[in-house]
Structures are given as C-alpha cells and as structure tokens.
C-alpha cells in the first residue's frame, strides 16, 4: 500500500525511444473503472498484476495505490471479465537526470497517443523535462488508462 505521485505529459516525436534502456509490452482491462476507485489487470511481458487506485487530490497528482503480483495465467482470464476495451501498449523507461521516465505508445483504438507519467517524491519536486515531452496532462481524467479504455482515442475530436 502506498501513496502515488505523479505527473503526466504529452509526447510530440519518438526521439524517447532512442533514450529508453528498456521496454515492455502491456496488455490491461478494468474490472472496475469508477472515478473513486479503479481495479486494474494487468500483464507486462511475463509477469502478471492486480491493481487498485483510489481517487485522486484535487490536483490529480496524488492517490492512493495497491498492487500485487498475480499469476499470468489467472490475470488472462480475469481480462476476460474486464470492462471493453482492453488497453495495449507499449511501455518505455527513459532515465532523465535524477528519475525515470515511464513513455506508454497506444495501440489499436489509441494509436497515436503517446503519453509520459514520472514519479515523484513529493508533489513540489523538481526534475528535468526532456524535449520530447510536450502539453502537461496531470490530473485530466480523459488521459487516464481507465477513461481511454472506455472513450478511446480515436474517437476524440
């Protein structure tokens, strides 16, 4: 149990992939997608885990955040009970300075989005902001995994 911190922003080009030192390949689905609380599956390569994050601070920065390792082939079945649709994405890891990049590139129904999220220590923590990263999208619901498996990207205006 523990308390997430985070920032997200936009990606305009691909010149993170480049940077990356590592990547994986994700595939996840929301057994529960409420704004007070999300319950997530998800599989990373393979390696299989249960989520739950409760509602974010008013600045979208901070919210509360379970998360347990699962076994892959109970998390295959579990996203067969999950919400439509499933999310699949790759993930990049992009060490910038002093923190780490987390750069996830859409696909299927939200190819063409790439966002980046970094984790802080505390919400007035400073860091470096690569050139890639483009608008901030910290606490805007639309671009949370929970809302874009439910009103995809390609359906946004």
């Known amino acids: 149990m523990s308390v997430e911190i985070e920032r997200k922003f ?6 993170f992939k480049s940077e990356s030192f590592a990547q994986k390949s994700i595939k996840q689905g929301y057994l529960n997608s409420d704004k007070n609380r999300t319950v997530r599956v998800r599989i990373a390569d393979e390696k299989a885990f249960m989520t739950i994050k409760g ?32 999310i699949d994405k790759t993930r990049y890891l992009v060490k910038v300075g002093n923190h780490t990049f987390e750069v996830d590139e859409f696909y299927g129904d939200n190819k063409g989005l790439t966002v980046a999220e970094v984790e802080l220590s505390s919400e007035n923590e400073l860091f470096t902001k ?3 990263l483009s608008e901030e999208v910290t606490g805007q619901v639309k671009y949370y995994n929970s809302s874009i498996s439910k009103h995809p990207f390609k359906n946004w205006d």
């Open 130 to 132: 690569p050139d890639w």
């Open 10 to 15: 936009l990606v305009q080009n691909d010149d």
């Open 55 to 86: 509602r974010s601070n008013a600045t979208g920065t901070t919210r509360f955040e379970w998360e347990k390792e699962i076994d892959k082939l109970e998390a295959e079945n579990l996203l067969l009970l999950c919400e439509p649709s499933i």
